[in-house]
């Protein structure tokens, strides 16, 4: 019989630890050490009997067959997974609690249902009753799912081992599983590794695609052992704020399709409504007329997206003041407050900036430096942005803007949405084509766009003088005027 072999394994990051600790020197959280047995139900000896077997090698050369895929009759979904789900994928999708993760695959698994194909929906944190009730709501109850309530894997295995391979098998959630292999409670790092490598091997050998669920941390990633990502095909986020009713299906990995493609999706009373324009939704309540507003034309993978960015410049009397930033890299604003600062006479010190994207997407690209420096400066002085206008470009910290990818495809969107005119980068006027429709105000320098801005407005607090209207960067400064 083998030898017990205990260890402390930290339940965040899966770091392990011959002794207990209080904290975990690899994430740096404390108490997550718990004692585990690592050593598996093989005994050594039986392990070391086991001859290899020899297998085939095959050349680069040769085309191979595409992987066939299986529409989910989403088309959102599909777009994120990259047509659909791969025979044998597994799929880890996480979000935080409540987002919308069972409703979106209950609705994801009754279409395919409703299809002819056999789906099996396994839930380890709800009972079947719970899960109809679910189904009741979002009017899905004569969809011919198979439910059942389980934790154990190997007896999950054993079940849909019989009759016809499930097509689509979806685990909520893999935190919740567990295997007779190791020794552990639920949940723990060891547990979770173990249970989601079963059910991969039960996906390559048949066939079937399977979706494991995920939980997150305060930090948004996703709870367990960091190793189970690189174990699965493909790993989703599901995003979005509480308040807002807009979801973001986004790919963080994905080996049979692009990583940078998004889907979105409005939460309604039925369930999740998939949103074909996100432009028109995330732009369908802005503000008209406000100082500190600017609408960026972004690209999320091969969609154009327009989004509003909403920027508050206010005084402080506190010795630090505030950067606040919800839906874009925090380290981003403070650059680009430096290079307003630095190169464009835009005081901030004694200012607290709030930066704001509207309708909880999160932007990702630094094409958007652009328009939220336009808003940024907007709010400071108190001016109102062209309300049929459209920023993007990135800005290097010379001041200079840089071009961005994909410029005809945000003006196509922005002409199609009603947009006159966009500010862009000057060395991006020769990708853009003469049909756009646009009238286009191509900016070199960072400074060239905050003195146009600045002839718009005033100081917020000041007259609004004719000597205000024509304010230059300069006079931005502490003490100057």
Not at 124 to 132: D, F, P
Not at 293 to 309: C, D, K, Q, S
Not at 336 to 350: I, N, Q, R
Not at 388 to 410: K, W
Request: charged fraction near 20%.
């Amino acid at each position: 019989m083998a030898k017990s072999t205990l260890s402390f394994v930290c339940q965040n990051c899966g770091a392990a630890y011959n002794r207990w600790q209080g904290k975990c020197e690899s994430c740096g959280e404390w108490n997550t050490l718990a004692e585990e047995d690592t050593s598996g139900s093989v005994p050594v000896s039986i392990r070391s009997k086991r001859k290899g077997r020899t297998f085939a090698l095959e050349s680069l050369a040769g085309r191979s067959p595409d992987a066939p895929r299986l529409s989910s009759g989403m088309t959102e979904l599909d777009r994120v997974t990259g047509g659909g789900f791969v025979r044998g994928s597994v799929l880890l999708v996480g979000g935080d609690p409540g987002i919308g993760k069972s409703t979106l695959l209950t609705q994801a698994t009754s279409l395919l249902a409703r299809a002819g194909h056999r789906v099996v929906y396994i839930s380890g944190e709800e009972a079947v009753a719970q899960v109809r009730l679910r189904a009741e709501r979002l009017g899905l109850s004569d969809a011919p799912v198979q439910l059942a309530a389980e934790t154990s894997v190997e007896d999950i295995v054993s079940t849909l081992s019989e009759g016809a391979v499930p097509r689509l098998i979806v685990i909520d959630s893999i935190q919740t599983m567990w295997t007779d292999t190791v020794e552990s409670a639920p949940g723990t790092v060891t547990q979770v590794r173990a249970s989601a490598q079963a059910l991969i091997r039960f996906a390559k050998k048949t066939g079937a695609a399977i979706i494991l669920v995920g939980h997150v941390t305060k930090d948004g990633q996703i709870a367990g052992p960091r190793v189970v990502e690189h174990m699965v095909d493909a790993v989703m986020s599901f995003e979005g704020e509480g308040s807002q009713q807009f979801r973001i299906l986004r790919a963080v990995k994905n080996r049979f399709g692009p990583t940078d493609e998004i889907g979105v999706f409005e939460m309604t009373g039925l369930g999740l409504r998939e949103v074909t324009n996100p432009s028109e939704l995330f732009l369908s309540e802005r503000d008209l007329g406000t100082p500190g507003t600017a609408v960026f034309a972004g690209i999320e993978g091969t969609r154009p997206v327009l989004v509003e960015l909403q920027a508050l410049v206010a005084p402080t009397s506190l010795g630090t003041p505030r950067r606040a930033v919800v839906g874009w890299d925090p380290s981003r604003l403070s650059m680009l407050l430096a290079v307003l600062e630095a190169h464009c006479g835009v005081k901030l010190s004694g200012h607290d900036v709030y930066l704001n994207v509207a309708g909880g997407l999160r932007i990702n690209e630094p094409a958007a430096d652009l328009a939220a420096a336009a808003a940024l400066v907007s709010s400071l002085v108190n001016a109102q942005l062209p309300t049929d206008a459209v920023y993007f470009g990135e800005i290097s910290l010379s001041g200079v803007v840089r071009p961005v990818a994909q410029t005809p495809a945000r003006l196509k969107e922005a002409a199609k949405l009603g947009f006159q005119r966009a500010v862009l980068p000057e060395s991006a006027r020769g990708e853009t084509s003469a049909d756009a429709g646009l009238s286009l105000n191509a900016v070199n320098s960072l400074t060239t766009l905050v003195a146009e801005i600045a002839a718009r407005g005033s100081r917020r607090g000041e007259s609004n003088g004719p000597a205000e209207k024509n304010a230059t960067p300069a006079r931005f400064r502490r003490g100057d005027g």
